[in-house]
């Protein structure tokens, strides 16, 4: 059996989205070198469905412009730098593809972290979804990626 581990980062914390925007922007102040976060980017568009290999936060640059957000922003713009943040995280090494989120607040894991992203994907690529549907999956990654579920 091939350990997740070999194949991404061995993180044991999760990291906000506003540290992912500064290792994103400032380049010569981060423990990840640019072929490390290249790396991690092409494990994102691997996995999900709202970044691909090829757009929306393929390279350094066009992460970091979902990362960075700013007066005015969409709750689907926030969402997305939740969710990058916590495909970035995963590409790190934590949270573990079937690690046990707290869906539900009860501070109880109770579904997979990739069934999470799962679901909050298909929440934002619908476009009959609500903007509250999108600003409670947004409040979930959030919350995954402070570590709090």
């Excluded at 691997?46 to 990362?67: G, M, P, R, W």
């Excluded at 922003?73 to 916590?86: G, H, N, S, Y």
């Excluded at 609500?130 to 570590?147: F, P, S, Y």
């Amino acid at each position: 059996i091939l350990d997740r581990r070999l194949l991404t980062g061995n993180a044991t914390v999760r990291l906000s989205a506003g540290y992912w925007q500064n290792v994103h922007r400032s380049r010569k102040s981060t423990p990840f070198t640019d072929a490390q976060i290249t790396c991690y980017l092409e494990i994102v568009g691997f996995v999900s469905l709202v970044f691909d290999e090829t757009t929306d936060a393929s390279t350094i640059a066009k992460a970091y412009d979902v990362l960075k957000v700013g007066g005015g922003t969409t709750a689907k713009e926030q969402f997305d730098r939740q969710l990058l943040a916590a495909l970035i995280n995963f590409a790190n090494g934590e949270p573990d593809w079937n690690e046990l989120i707290d869906t539900n607040g009860d501070t109880v894991g109770d579904t997979p972290f990739l069934s999470v992203i799962a679901t909050a994907e298909a929440v934002r690529n619908n476009p009959a979804s609500t903007n509250a549907q999108i600003v409670a999956q947004k409040d979930l990654l959030e919350r995954i990626n402070l570590g709090t579920a």
